[in-house]
């Protein structure tokens, strides 16, 4: 029998941890009102949906997972340059660092490399 969950803890702790991170991202963009942007309904979406997807081991999970991490980084360079890349508020930034940081972590790709399908 095949079950689905929300988290997987038997996972590595940098996997649990970027589950968590993508779905605290979501809540907050939701609290804040961020659904009316496209970017913000891009996080919403992107983030539960790559928080299920790795809590479950599959392979797009992890791949929505590091374009959602990306993202801000993405649409920072494209509206400010690149001396914009890390402006603004210092702790939203250090989360999306984070998050980024442990997606490509060598145990994260390891483990989802191996068990992913």
Known sequence: METRRWLN?????TLQIAVFLLYINAFFALLFGSIVHFYGMATIFGGVGAG???ANEKRWG?????????????????YNGVNGLFGGDVVNLLFEVALVALLVHPQSRDYQRIWFH
Do not use: D, K, M, S
């Open 52 to 54: 299920f997807g790795i």
């Open 9 to 13: 803890p038997t996972q590595p702790q």
């Open 62 to 78: 992890y791949n929505l997972g590091i374009a959602v991490a990306i993202l801000p980084f993405v649409l920072r360079v494209a």
